[in-house]
């Protein structure tokens, strides 16, 4: 408790004394040229004349035809990238379009948007038109001017799907290591927009798959110079975005491939139209388009002006628009966090008096614990290998779509009965087990030590989401009520609930659906087998605490048969 203490003091006060001066690049003095009359042209034409632009529609051809047309109007050197994508047990053909801006410097800046839109969706009008009007309209302006970077102005598909077009484009780009910097504009025509936000995550990577400070920092800047508010991710959606690694708009590929990259997009949205069919250009403004168009044109100047372009760590807490946390302070701190519990990791397994065939008899129970879970998951992987269940190239369908609200009977049937199945066996052979309170207890927080330590060295930033477990689980033990010791073993798993019941409430479903929704992301690559791996012993060591609670701790009497005063059996 008194290190637990010392650690909520001490964080903040080493914020405070190891922050540093953030990175920042001279905003450049040239005035806008964006005609926010031509973007909202371009935007209502993609909108209105290729309405149904979702994967594989007709119409999502016949828009990449149209973009590569207006891009080749403007001079730029058009090129076309043709690929497959499997949705809904399906292939689907998808085709990125881009322009080129040739500069006298190789270096490359990409410009881009999604031309694709929800299937749910009609005109699609401010996800995403209106950022492929914006991005149409700074092709237009940059190839009338003589700019130093290459520019490539990026049309691409598939965003709805787990940003497949910005992920293949990244992969595949002949010319992908002369990418300094790319952004992204999408969502930025509403007429309620105030403010612009941004996004920074990666998709699927670790610690280091984020952007660089030093672009966040330009787009807050170029914002202000222009009189418009950018807003920088805070603490929170830092850590969000961090933790999972699930990025919903297309500069996460790119920072997974260690390009920084951002997205700008208009705040606040309005919810009750967001892939909707009331996702119209009744509600598109050319003032919310000039926002978004200003601000990036600003930030392609400066970035064009500066003589170099920082680099720096990916691997930062943004404190504020003045300090930061550097790498090393982040996995210092992270690894503060953790020191509660693997000192009482450490204290328990020392003063273990048993010999290491009880230790070894909890391990085997722990791995009992685990095999339901395991075999549960093989299924489901089984199931969408075999076709049971619908198979897709990243992502599970975008929100409101009518797939996240059909459940598949078939595969979470044999996924709950292997479960069950599994479970049942594991119950029997583990009451065969030698039992051992105190060593249960050492075997309880080696495992949560384990996937503490996994998880820091995976993703660091995501050990904060261990937090919960690790000081609720501590005193597990301690606690001499058994009430308390429930209470403290499960409550880490009402956050967790809490946790999928907010994920539900932004994606619109209900509890059934909620957990169908988990179902598909661990299918797909969403929630990788290492981290499915990872809850899979918390879920395991939770339970066995739960056993724990509900037995005699270590101060009663023991029930015979015993081993020592210490080292006592009592029946799982």
Avoid at 16 to 27: A, G, R, V, Y
Avoid at 98 to 111: C, H, L, M, Q, T
Avoid at 219 to 244: C, K, S
Wanted: aromatic letters at 10%.
């Amino acid at each position: 408790m008194a290190i637990s203490i010392a650690i909520l003091i001490a964080f903040p006060l080493c914020i405070f004394l190891t922050s540093e001066p953030q990175p920042h690049i001279k905003i450049s003095t040239q005035t806008p040229a964006f005609d926010e009359e031509k973007a909202y042209d371009f935007t209502r034409t993609l909108s209105q004349n290729f309405t149904r632009r979702n994967v594989g529609a007709v119409n999502d051809s016949k828009s990449a035809d149209w973009c590569a047309e207006t891009m080749r109007s403007f001079g730029l050197e058009v090129h076309r990238q043709n690929f497959t994508a499997t949705l809904y047990s399906k292939k689907f053909d998808l085709q990125n379009v881009y322009g080129i801006s040739r500069g006298k410097s190789n270096e490359i800046i990409v410009v881009m948007a999604h031309r694709d839109a929800a299937p749910t969706t009609l005109e699609g009008a401010n996800d995403d038109a209106s950022g492929v009007g914006a991005m149409l309209e700074l092709a237009r302006i940059f190839s009338m001017q003589n700019h130093t970077l290459t520019l490539v102005f990026l049309a691409t598909d598939g965003e709805e799907y787990g940003m497949l077009g910005a992920k293949y484009f990244v992969e595949n780009f002949p010319q992908r290591g002369e990418i300094v910097a790319s952004f992204e504009l999408d969502m930025v025509g509403l007429n309620v927009t105030e403010y612009l936000g941004i996004h920074a995550g990666g998709q699927l990577g670790g610690a280091d798959s984020y952007a660089n400070l030093w672009l966040i920092n330009l787009a807050v800047d170029a914002g202000r110079a222009l009189n418009y508010t950018v807003a920088a991710p805070g603490l929170d959606m830092q850590f969000f975005e961090h933790i999972t690694q699930i990025s919903w708009v297309d500069q996460g590929p790119f920072n997974r491939q260690g390009i920084p990259s951002i997205t700008l997009g208009g705040q606040p949205t309005i919810e009750r139209i967001y892939h909707t069919l009331d996702d119209a250009m009744d509600y598109i403004s050319g003032r919310a388009l000039k926002m978004g168009g200003e601000t990036a044109e600003k930030m392609v100047l400066s970035m064009d002006e500066a003589a170099v372009l920082p680099r720096g760590t990916r691997v930062y807490l943004r404190i504020n628009d003045n300090l930061y946390l550097s790498e090393s302070m982040v996995y210092l701190l992270m690894f503060y966090a953790m020191l509660p519990l693997l000192l009482k990791t450490f204290l328990c397994v020392s003063k273990q008096k048993t010999e290491s065939s009880v230790l070894k008899s909890e391990t085997v129970r722990l791995l009992l614990v685990l095999i339901p879970f395991i075999v549960a998951l093989i299924v489901l992987y089984s199931t969408v290998q075999f076709g049971l269940l619908s198979r897709f190239e990243l992502y599970p369908p975008p929100p409101k779509d009518p797939f996240l609200y059909d459940l598949q009977e078939v595969p979470l049937a044999l996924v709950l009965a292997a479960f069950l199945v599994s479970g049942a066996l594991a119950f029997i052979a583990q009451r065969k087990v030698f039992s051992n309170y105190d060593a249960r207890l050492c075997v309880c927080l080696l495992a949560l030590s384990f996937a503490s330590l996994a998880t820091f060295v995976l993703n660091v930033f995501a050990v904060v989401a261990l937090l919960p477990f690790i000081y609720f689980w501590i005193p597990v033990g301690v606690a001499k009520k058994r009430a308390l010791n429930f209470v403290l073993a499960v409550l880490p798993f009402f956050i967790a609930v809490a946790g999928l019941a907010f994920l539900g409430q932004i994606m619109e479903l209900d509890a059934k659906g909620s957990i169908w929704y988990v179902v598909l992301l661990l299918s797909t690559e969403m929630i990788t087998p290492a981290s499915a791996l990872l809850f899979i012993v918390l879920a395991s060591a939770g339970a066995l605490l739960l056993s724990l609670a509900f037995s005699q701790s270590s101060s009663e009497p023991a029930a015979p048969p015993t081993v020592s005063r210490r080292n006592r059996t009592f029946k799982p």
